[in-house]
């Protein structure tokens, strides 16, 4: 079975730009997860969700959003990028499950703003 | 706001001993509780997990346990190998059905020869 996969994996992107990355899930997979990874804050809940809906979300500004389409891919946006946004973004597919939980990560993407 | 951190950023140890990685929460409504192992370039890899109704909890080299008394988990890798060489991470889970985990900043697990 084919693990989650993003796109693209590195990406180079300008001050003020705009940004769509985008994660496909572990087939059977509906639960979609995104992170932020940096040296400085570690790893950091972004936003989850399920069968097309926003289940939760992280402590990050509007300029972060999301979206997931009928297929349980996932991609997630970030406008008007500033130097800080600069990180590894990991999405987690998870099955939904009544008990414990696996969530499966991908390789991520690498976001450089200059 | 409540987070989850570990107590050491770097362990060592020779190949074939055991390691201990330890994590401290403070989150009392976290109900379960993962750990990951992320090597570099890799995004986090799934270990154990362990929910708050349990203590102890093992896999294939791996235990992990739970004391809620002191709101502390610990991983320990029997048999240390090269390739257990990463960093660690506890991540605890409060948010009930949805699926958002709260990450520790990772210790890195460097196996001697």
């Known amino acids: 079975k084919a693990g989650v996969t993003q796109t693209p994996r590195y990406l180079i992107k300008t001050r003020g730009q705009q940004v769509t990355l985008s994660c496909s899930p572990i087939?059977?997979?509906?639960?979609v997860s995104w992170y932020q990874q940096t040296p400085g804050q570690g790893l950091q809940f972004l936003f989850e969700?399920?069968?097309?809906?926003?289940?939760n979300k992280g402590n990050f500004p509007g300029r972060f959003s999301g979206r997931q389409f009928s297929n349980s891919r996932s991609e997630m946006n970030v406008s008007t990028l500033e130097l800080g946004d600069s990180a590894l973004y990991l999405c987690?597919?998870?099955?939904?499950?009544?008990?414990?939980?696996?969530?499966?990560f991908g390789p991520g993407t690498r976001l450089t703003v200059t | 706001g409540e987070s989850v951190g570990l107590h050491l950023p770097t362990l060592s140890v020779q190949e074939g001993d055991n390691s201990i990685i330890n994590c401290a929460y403070s989150?009392?409504?976290?109900?379960?509780f993962i750990w990951y192992k992320q090597e570099s370039g890799k995004g986090p890899q799934f270990i154990i997990d362990?929910?708050?109704?349990?203590d102890k909890r093992q896999g294939q080299r791996v235990t992990v346990l739970l004391n809620k008394t002191v709101k502390h988990l610990s991983l320990q890798i029997a048999a240390t190998q090269p390739g257990d060489s990463a960093v660690y991470f506890c991540?605890?889970?409060?948010?009930?059905?949805?699926?958002?985990?709260?990450f520790g900043s990772g210790t890195q697990l460097t196996v001697l020869p």
């Open positions: 987690a597919s998870s099955l939904q499950t009544g008990g414990g939980y696996e969530q499966y």
């Open positions: 087939s059977g997979h509906r639960s």
């Open positions: 969700y399920f069968s097309e809906t926003q289940r």
């Open positions: 989150n009392s409504a976290s109900d379960y």
């Open positions: 362990i929910r708050s109704n349990m």
């Open positions: 991540a605890e889970d409060s948010s009930g059905s949805a699926r958002q985990l709260t």
